[in-house]
DNA sequence: GGTTGACATGTCGATACTGACACGTCTAGC
DNA sequence: GCTAGACGTGTCAGTATCGACATGTCAACC
């Protein structure tokens, strides 16, 4: 049930923000570590209005509805911030597929490993890429935090290609004989 | 619909087993990587029997059915393995209320990233400790690609706590003023 | 004056997932 | 003989999520 709470936290962030604004943001910076459809944001901002976490505050043109958060939205939010705790959500497909490396050929269980090697390189320079291009020192942005979850972005996929291309090697050491170039 | 080819692999791994062992499974080691309740999985086998990729082999006692893998349910989930691209499931509660850091008090903020840092330690010690029970040499176990997903298990922690950290100070350097200790 | 494209909100049916409940069996120990 | 506990399968209601579709507005450009 966190969309309730990413938005909120959003809302909270940019006043006067409009559905269609939020699911920009969720497209571009917030999409890295909570995603939404569109058809459930503008579902759960109505849900939001009923229970009176968040307000109406203006409309603009174009039907456009902008929020903002109650003192009751604050309240929650402040709630499960510091009097909850993060249930962590353990889902990783590619991991579940490492599980069943020894139930195809070695070259397809190979050839798997190094499919994501490449890909979380590929990720990696594009990050290092993106890193050169945001304007971190601009005022009014989500800047803040995103600059921190990049870093973990960073880091998460480093980790992740280092530990395939260890793991590659366990593989192969367990089948001697398997040829090691693709 | 990942649950589908978890228990595919299962099933092919475990020739003979029945939804009580797998949901075992599930609760001991594969639930690390993907999570599943005992109402998903009783569903999910009856979906993959009709669908031809498993079949009951046998019946055991107190209504025990044993499944074994069909040749279409093998070909299946070679076809996942190797013919698709998992897709990353980018949904981390724990990240996301980093995002919404600045909408709580300091303290409250310092306070989160103190126990997550410790939750993270905690999890990395019972690992070790758990490392050193562990049967490795055993045969017939599932112990050889989740002894590749323990490790993954420790680096990721690991990365994860040097991570918040690194945040902590981030977040206190912004933030002049503010006491460093809780 | 017409068209393209960003802006903007919503509904709907199909699946996926959760948590609780319901029911029955076999074994070991008292 | 009884009972606790593991073994074993299943249903059901409610919620979350997805992907597609429907609808309309405003600004800019040609």
Same mark, same amino acid.
């Given at each position: &049930? ?5 938005l909120?936290?959003?809302i909270?962030?940019?006043?006067g923000a409009s559905g269609y604004d939020l699911m920009?943001? /969720? ?14 944001l503008y579902?759960?901002l109505g849900?939001l209005t009923?229970?009176?976490?968040i307000e109406v505050s203006a409309e603009g043109p174009r039907g456009r509805k902008e929020y903002s ?11 499960? &911030? ?24 070695? *070259?397809?269980?190979?050839?798997? &490993?190094?499919? &994501? ?33 990049? *870093? ?11 530990? /395939? ?15 090691? *170039?693709?």
């Amino acid at each position: &049930m966190s969309l309730r709470h990413a938005l909120l936290g959003l809302i909270a962030e940019m006043d006067g923000a409009s559905g269609y604004d939020l699911m920009k943001v /969720f497209e571009i910076s917030l999409g890295t570590v909570w995603q939404a459809t569109q058809s459930q944001l503008y579902g759960e901002l109505g849900k939001l209005t009923e229970g009176g976490l968040i307000e109406v505050s203006a409309e603009g043109p174009r039907g456009r509805k902008e929020y903002s958060i109650t003192p009751a939205g604050r309240a929650e939010l402040r709630h499960w &911030m510091v009097e909850t705790d993060p249930k962590p959500h353990r889902r990783d497909e590619v991991l579940l597929r490492v599980f069943f490396l020894d139930q195809v050929a070695p *070259e397809d269980a190979l050839g798997y &490993m190094d499919r &994501m090697i490449d890909a979380l390189s590929g990720r990696l320079d594009d990050l290092a890429r993106l890193e050169e291009i945001v304007p971190w020192e601009e005022e009014g942005g989500l800047t803040g935090n995103g600059r921190l979850t990049m *870093e973990y972005g960073k880091r998460f996929m480093a980790m992740r290609r280092d530990w /395939f291309v260890w793991a590659r090697k366990q593989y192969e050491e367990r089948r001697p004989g398997t040829a090691s *170039e693709a």
